[in-house]
């Protein structure tokens, strides 16, 4: 193997591992993010359960709507 050939092999080396490396972080990363966003939705759902969003003013409403009868 003369010179032009390793530095050849050093660089498809180094390309390989930095796309494979790469991918497992965006993988990690990924998988991670989700995990957080699961564990806040349940902590929340703690807090408030069986809320979501609109249903105070959906109540608040009916409320009015009784008091103007």
Known sequence: ??????ILLFVIGCTVTFVCFFTAFLVINYNKKKELQRLKEI?????????????????????IELLLQ
């Not at 193997?1 to 390793?6: K, P, Q």
């Not at 929340?44 to 109540?59: A, I, Q, S």
């Open 1 to 6: 193997m003369d010179f032009s050939h390793g």
């Open 43 to 63: 902590e929340n759902n703690k807090k408030l359960p069986h809320r979501y969003f609109g249903d105070d003013t959906v109540w608040r409403l009916k409320k």
